[in-house]
């Protein structure tokens, strides 16, 4: 049988309970779903510019409709817990970040993150308290719930123009006393800035590989203190990276080499259902 909701809910909250550092991997699709839990990842997330690739668009401009349909299909695709990367909660107001998360949970995901960007060019990041509002009210929809549905704050500073370190403790540890169960802040510069993070923290942190130089592997990031580790966009864009080559191949030297590099259509047939 098929775990529910609920099953798949207390099966992430314990990865997070576990010793030492998970990776929770990130698909684009249900093919590419059904590979990583066949590879053995406990745990799956969407990432919004995964998802906005797969739409033909770029990472930002995708809609709740459309994010929570993506999401939908990532959570049938496998028995994993999937949580959702839910961006700024498509909303300003901490009411209508609310009601995105019970929208969420709609769709059969056990977790999602809301980030303190704003999607604003003249003011990158909420305020505090109006971002702490939005934690709060996102994480009260959470607990109404029957089930433990995991949240993530973000806090994007290092992304959006505004590397402050202190700057971005300050924020995290207010999130968490807002009744975040995860902290992130994806773009930390080094292995020492993890460290500072993770003490002054009390809860979960979850650290973003995927950027050049500032991925470290997972031995280390548990070291730091790290508990999580997410993937982002990057398996969707190594992906991408292999379609970009071949088809050059094809189209600037007309040979077909990377025929011989390609997997098998028998084994890619192995991770699929039906």
């Known amino acids: 049988m098929p775990a529910s909701q609920g099953e798949k809910a207390e099966r992430f909250q314990a ?27 406990e745990a799956l997330a969407t990432s919004s ?9 770029r990472d930002g401009a ?24 839910l961006e700024r909660g498509f909303a300003d107001a901490p009411a209508d970040v609310a009601e995105t998360i019970l929208l969420a949970a709609g769709t059969g ?10 999607g604003r060019a003249d003011m990158p990041l909420y305020g505090l308290d109006q971002a702490v509002a939005r934690i709060r009210a996102a994480a009260e929809a959470a607990r109404s719930l029957g089930f433990p549905f995991l949240l993530t ?12 370190l202190a700057g971005t403790i300050a924020r995290l540890r207010a ?5 975040a169960d995860v902290l992130f802040a994806p773009g930390l510069p ?9 003490t002054a923290l009390s809860k979960p942190f979850n650290f973003m590989a995927g950027i050049k130089g500032k991925s470290f592997a997972v031995a280390e990031l548990a070291a730091a203190g790290v508990k999580r580790v997410s993937v982002a966009t990057s398996l969707y864009r190594m992906a991408m990276t292999g ?17 011989e590099r390609a997997l098998p259509t028998p084994q890619l047939n192995g991770f699929m259902q039906g």
Not at 15 to 26: C, I, K, Q
Not at 243 to 259: C, H, M, N, P
């Open 190 to 198: 080094d292995l020492e800035a993890v460290r500072m993070v993770c």
């Open 62 to 85: 995708v809609t709740r409709d459309e994010a929570l349909a993506h999401a939908r299909m990532i959570v049938k695709a496998t028995d994993l817990p999937v949580s959702a990367d």
């Open 49 to 57: 510019g995964a998802c906005a690739g797969t739409l033909g668009k």
């Open 243 to 259: 379609l970009i080559d071949a088809a050059r191949e094809v189209r600037e030297a007309g040979t077909f080499g990377y025929v």
């Open 175 to 179: 999130y968490e006393e807002a009744g």
């Open 153 to 164: 704050a973000r806090a994007e500073g290092f992304l959006r123009g505004e590397p402050d």
């Open 109 to 118: 995901l056990v977790g999602a993150s809301i980030e303190d960007a704003t």
């Open 15 to 41: 990865l997070h309970r576990r010793a030492g550092a998970f990776v929770v991997a990130n698909p684009w699709d249900a093919g590419s779903a059904r590979v990583l839990a066949a590879l053995g990842f």
